[in-house]
């Protein structure tokens, strides 16, 4: 375990300084932290009024916004990233190395990487938010944050199971797959989740409206950031019956993060299996 511990991390700083190279990231911790800062001054702005929101709105508006951008920039550059590149790749997996710490490294190092590109947005509204507004609010604001990391981790996990395997001439088939994975966890799942509860009856409704905040992790993750700014006076449809069912917030809150945790360990352990088998 300590071997392959060590093997992990080594995979990891690698795969975080070649990260932290990538014009691409950089790119997008600049275009994400204008937006962040944006959406912390678009409420009053929209309403005639000048200045920052504080923490709890600011959060509030930046549920939907991380929701969105999170998963698709988490699973597309995962995919990027993990794609074996002939040659490279060929000379990685002929060295002494489980491929599984070698997987395990590469995610870890990607999250770290994904992470503190976040975190430069976050941290810049926040520290505006904090000098101009107070910390009202600031604990709601955290739990998006977190919702933050806990779907990175997701859509990484499930970046590494399309990925793995795989090779480069075969990325922009791997891309088109990561793409259809966040079409449908972000917009066609509840979509069709809302659709097919209105043609039920209420007792049958409300158990697919439970059903879909536990089994979809974006859902999951709207659900806790809710949760975590107003308690339930913003819940919709799917995430009251969800509350209703687990008997209050505590429980509800556990079973979000199992949830999560079974959709970062099932695609990682079916990523590591698929390229154990795969010919590199």
């Not at 702005?45 to 920052?52: A, D, E, K, N, W």
Request: charged letters at 10%.
């Amino acid at each position: 375990m300590r071997e392959f511990a060590g093997h992990a991390w080594l995979c990891a700083e690698h795969e975080l300084v070649l990260a932290a190279r990538s014009r691409w990231l950089q790119t997008f911790a600049a275009v994400f932290a204008v937006l962040v800062l944006l959406v912390a001054a678009s409420g009053y702005i929209l309403s005639g009024g000048r200045g920052v929101q504080e923490f709890s709105r600011t959060a509030m508006s930046l549920v939907e916004l991380v929701l969105l951008i999170v998963p698709l920039t988490a699973i597309t550059f995962g995919v990027t990233q993990l794609t074996p590149e002939r040659g490279a790749a060929e000379l990685l997996f002929s060295q002494p190395i489980a491929r599984g710490a070698v997987l395990a490294g590469r995610i870890s190092g990607l999250f770290l990487a994904l992470v503190a590109a976040q975190a430069v947005g976050f941290g810049a509204a926040g520290l505006v938010v904090f000098a101009r507004a107070g910390a009202f609010g600031v604990g709601g604001f955290a739990g998006v944050v977190a919702g933050a990391f806990l779907l990175t981790a997701v859509f990484l996990a499930l970046a590494a199971l399309i990925a793995a395997g795989a090779t480069s001439r075969r990325r922009t088939r791997a891309l088109a797959v990561a793409l259809v994975v966040w079409f449908a966890a972000v917009v066609l799942f509840d979509v069709a989740a809302l659709g097919i509860a209105s043609t039920l009856r209420s007792g049958d409704a409300s158990r697919l409206l439970i059903v879909s905040v536990f089994v979809n992790p974006v859902d999951a993750v709207r659900t806790g950031a809710l949760l975590a700014i107003s308690g339930t006076t913003a819940f919709g449809a799917a995430s009251l019956a969800f509350l209703r069912f687990t008997g209050g917030a505590g429980a509800a809150t556990a079973l979000i993060l199992l949830s999560l945790a079974a959709w970062i360990a099932g695609p990682l352990a079916l990523g590591v299996r698929r390229l154990r088998k795969a010919d590199i």
